[in-house]
């Protein structure tokens, strides 16, 4: 019903930063909250951030942050709510993983579980 095509990673330096962006198609009308995981070699996938929509006037209504990026990271959607952004600022070798996006249209969580809609994938790699 959801279709999201994450983009934005790449190979940078300790301290660099990066945008990621996840583009939102089809029955997107009924998403209550989505949000970014990742997942490094050997790992579980991890919660990163998520934000909640109000589903009458499409505004944001609350966020959600993992403690090891908040304050580094920042999560929105463009005017359109079509896209989503993770902004990553300060990156550090440890949030070296696969970035996913992820939609649900149940409410905010930090659970992948709750989360039916994912995308591909994106990899961020940073270099001490």
């Known amino acids: 019903q959801v279709r999201l095509v994450e983009s934005g990673g790449g190979l940078v330096q300790a301290g660099d930063s990066l945008r990621l962006s996840c583009a939102a198609s089809g029955r997107t009308f009924g998403t209550r909250a989505m949000g970014w995981f990742r997942q490094a070699p050997g790992k579980e996938r991890t919660f990163v951030a998520a934000?909640?929509?109000?589903?009458?006037?499409?505004?944001?209504?609350?966020?959600s942050y993992h403690e090891s990026v908040q304050g580094r990271f920042t999560i929105s959607r463009n005017n359109a709510g079509s896209t989503l952004y993770l902004q990553m600022n300060n990156l550090k070798p440890e949030d070296t993983a696969v970035y996913y996006c992820a939609a649900n249209d149940r409410g905010l969580s930090r659970t992948p579980d709750d989360y039916p809609y994912w995308g591909q994938g994106t990899q961020v790699t940073v270099s001490a």
């Open positions: 934000i909640t929509l109000n589903k009458l006037n499409g505004r944001i209504g609350s966020y």
